[in-house]
């Protein structure tokens, strides 16, 4: 089993900025991919930023650009810099870690952009 318990989420004003961590515990040597998703209200949960553990990285068109997903391996935590924050970037974000046989979640991390 694999847990994953985000924090950093928050309140920012447009053009802000905010780092999102996820710390990862368990078997996690079966882990060979994690990322960032949100979901805001009324939309399907999408794929902000995934990094795969030979440290290739894909991001959302939305985010290219503004986001950047890193990894401290010695730490086991996985980190979501946000910059240049919008009001369309209010979501739960959650961190997401998959091996071959299963995907996991973590319980989600509210990031409001407002004035």
């Known amino acids: 089993q694999v847990q994953l318990v985000e924090s950093g989420g928050g309140l920012v004003q447009p053009g802000g900025s905010l780092r999102l961590s996820c710390a990862a515990s368990g078997i996690i040597s079966r882990i060979y991919v994690m990322g960032w998703y949100r979901q805001a209200p009324g939309n399907q949960r999408e794929l902000v930023a995934g990094?795969?553990?030979?440290?290739?990285?894909n991001y959302a068109d939305s985010v290219k650009g503004r986001f950047t997903i890193s990894r401290d391996g010695a730490r086991n935590m996985v980190y979501l810099q946000m910059n240049n924050l919008k009001p369309e970037d209010t979501a739960v974000y959650y961190c997401?870690?998959?091996?071959?046989?299963?995907?996991?979640w973590g319980q989600g991390t509210q990031v409001t952009v407002s004035s």
């Open positions: 990094m795969q553990y030979g440290g290739m990285t």
């Open positions: 997401n870690a998959k091996s071959s046989l299963k995907e996991y």
